[in-house]
């Protein structure tokens, strides 16, 4: 079922809105306007909308663009890390002079460059259940450019709380997600997935890698049904999950319900503020350094000299073959996922040194070698990117 989209009405807190365009916007805007689905009057609801994007990397790069571009009037960016070079292969509102600037207010110069006539405000923070209902309460829809789960569903159920629409988007590889949540009769995240998935089972866009595209097409998608709701015409992604899939170049969607039993939006809500939601997914922050699970470990200087010195050392590189061809230590190379089945290529008389790009992988390989009876085993910490800061600044990062 595809809903009609309603059009929104501007927040209690609104500025007297704007009833005329000037001259030049007429200009900028012309190939909107000359639409009679747009029209003059479609121009002035996106001069009249506040957006709100949560995240301005790689969803947040075509959502800011073509919003600013569109002529939406105000738009909030909340994002708290710098850009990284690592960043720019696919986080395309950033150039290589901005690697070590913050996020929000990077985006905001060029968002201000592309389009000087809208009010562009950037929160350079992490969302947390503390500030979200304050943030989101001046803006009318919420964009949700984020890639893990806890500000997923604490962006969700902010969004609830306050009646808010939350334009949905996610991606994974080479894969995307589409949908509108949180409209009065839709679903929301938690109708789809009431608990999250187990943590670590998911891994994060740094784990798992994504063609730069992919966030291109999916965060344009959102873009468009973010435009869609503000000037209220189309049906938009209400209760329908687009899916993309980039290799076989293929859109599905699934219809979505809304749950009665919802414990956000259903009948009974039992949700009635936001939570802990790192605790609730099991994770620590995404940017916390260092790896999960405690295991003993080894700094690169000290494996440096201990090499040097002619210990019997077995190092074990547990990435992935692609991953092994970028860079590599001379490891014997097991990925994490066979190491179960493979465990019997390891000799546990010797001492081995298990790594993997940050140190995240090896400290859960190391626990499991731990486990089936391995004692003389060590973490390297940091990983081949320790590696090649303090010991062999010729071995790339990536
Ligand atoms: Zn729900």
Redesign the pocket.
Known sequence: MSTKVQPLTASPAAQPAATTLTNEEILRYSRHLIMPEVGMEGQLKLKNAKVLLIGTGGLGAPLGLYLAAAGVGRLGLVDFDVVDFTNLQRQIAFGTSDVGKSKAQAARARLSDLNPDIQIEAFETQLTSANALELFKDFDIIVDGTDNFPTRYLV?DAC?LLGKPNVYGSIFRFEGQITV?GMPDG??????Y?EPPPPGLVPSCAEGGVLGVLPGIVGSIQAMETIKLIIGRGDSLVGRLLLFDALGMKFRELKLR??PN?????EQRTINQLIDYYEFCGVRGEEAPGPNVQVPEIAPKELKSRLDRGDDLYILDVREPHEYQICNLNGHLIPLGELPRRVHELDSSREIVAHCRSGKRSAEAVDFLRKAGFRKILNLKGGILAWSDEVDPTVPKY
């Open positions: 969700n609830i949540f679903p929301c995240y938690r109708c789809l009431p809304k749950n919802c414990p956000m939006c259903g």
